[in-house]
């Protein structure tokens, strides 16, 4: 058993060595091996992983049809440049995108490697589109750690602290939740208030944000706000951008979650489960915003890759042939459910919210005081006992569930008891 524990603490003495402390690493478990929802540390030891990386493994790890799509690949090229020589797969990947993406109308996509770099995209094509400067985004909103990405990110630590001053002309404005005592009326009114007093509205290109909020806390963004954000966007000449990086591809119930909606979008940034753990991220948006940006202004060196491509087409047809925006359906029932009996005897669970598979429990005192402290206790509990969870919110008192869509029901089960068991002796 020593000589177990020892390989972890080797590779964490070296980790710590070797690399900066601003990669913040949540475990000391090393992984070696994973399947489906599943991980093995380099012990031997076993976790049952709720967490899917951070919400990229909706097809799990290692599925056979995505190992299958990248080795074929990998036969015949693994790089050279869709900019330089280009390949159908990534033409069939933008044809498929624009497809499933909800609404109608001519759609054009492009391919990146992150989700911050899809983000960053949808920026330069909405100011390049509309000839404008400003951007509004959400508080608690997570757009990435790029230099744009965190000037709209709505959150200070750690995303923005000691990097100094952030892009000019990128606004933020209350995103609503009841567990923070935001409506939607504030949200607009805050909007209203921003172009009377701060940023005519005929000077911003875009208002950017997530359908659920991620990293901010798993606040799903009302129906009545999507609305009214399409109208004050038409009304104004501003795209519409919604950030679909951690709720798209079968997540909430539906491939995206703009669809629980029924408006439409100018631009929408997806990347997270898209490929299935390889890094690919993409941009769909309106044909004619699309094309504002002259040749060579979109684009990366790995942008597109044709592995990640390859990965990312086999996962879309699982998820059309599996049906796992259903099965997320199915599977965040079952965790609300099991979450609400708790309640009783776990009081300091002040609300559990979800789309889908997209669950989130905030705990808070009897006061309604924040307890992040408690979630960062229930988390060790949970590791502790083989169960990996991960947390967010503006006050880190929220746990998040993004477990893969296609867990085995035994192991999910298994997962419940664990999470439950970390709750009551918590």
């Not at 000391?28 to 091996?33: D, E, M, P, R, V």
């Not at 965790?335 to 609300?351: F, R, W």
Request: aromatic share 6%.
């Amino acid at each position: 058993m020593l000589q177990a524990i020892d390989q972890n603490i080797a590779l964490e003495q070296r980790r710590q060595a070797a690399c900066p402390r601003g990669v913040g690493v949540q475990t000391q478990s090393f992984t070696a091996h994973a399947q489906n929802a599943e991980i093995w540390d380099v012990n031997g030891r076993r976790l049952i992983d709720f967490g899917s990386g951070i919400a990229v493994l909706a097809t799990g790890h290692r599925h056979p049809r995505v190992l299958a799509a990248v080795q074929q690949q990998l036969e015949s090229f693994h790089h050279t440049c869709f900019q330089v020589t280009p390949y159908e797969s990534y033409v069939a990947l933008c044809e498929q995108l624009n497809d499933k993406t909800p609404g109608s109308f001519a759609k054009k996509t492009a391919l990146f490697t992150t989700g911050a770099e899809a983000v960053e995209n949808a920026v330069k094509v909405a100011k390049a589109a509309t000839g404008r400067s400003a951007v509004i985004a959400f508080s608690g909103a997570f757009h990435g750690r790029t230099l744009m990405g965190m000037a709209l990110t709505g959150k200070t630590f750690p995303y923005k602290a000691g990097f100094g001053a952030m892009p000019p002309d990128v606004w933020h404005v209350p995103y609503p939740a009841d567990a923070l005592g935001v409506s939607i009326e504030d949200s607009l009114l805050a909007i209203e208030r921003l172009f009377s007093a701060d940023v005519d509205p005929r000077r911003v290109a875009a208002i950017i944000l997530e359908p659920v909020q991620g990293e901010g806390g798993f606040y799903v963004a009302p129906t009545a706000l999507l609305r009214r954000l399409r109208e004050i966007c038409d009304e104004h000449g501003i795209l519409l951008v919604v950030d679909e990086v951690q709720t798209g591809f079968g997540r909430t119930g539906k491939m995206f979650a703009l669809e629980h909606h029924g408006i439409d979008f100018d631009l929408m940034t997806m990347a997270k489960s898209l490929a299935g753990g390889f890094p690919l991220s993409a941009l769909t948006g309106r044909a004619e915003w699309m094309d504002a940006a002259a040749p060579g202004g979109l684009g990366g060196t790995y942008a597109g890759h044709p592995v990640a491509v390859a990965a990312a087409l086999a996962v879309l047809d699982i998820l059309a042939q599996d049906d796992l925006p259903r099965r997320a359906e199915v599977l965040g029932k079952r965790l609300v459910a099991k979450l609400e009996t708790l309640k009783a005897d776990v009081p300091a669970i002040a609300e559990v919210r979800n789309l889908g598979a997209m669950v989130g429990v905030e705990f808070r005192d009897e006061a309604g005081v924040p307890l992040p402290k408690l979630v960062k206790r229930i988390q060790e509990l949970a590791l502790a006992k083989g169960l990996l969870l991960l947390t967010c919110g503006v006050h880190g008192n929220v746990i998040r569930f993004l477990f893969p869509l296609t867990i085995e029901d035994a192991v999910f089960e298994e997962g419940l008891a664990l999470l439950a068991a970390s709750l009551l002796e918590a």
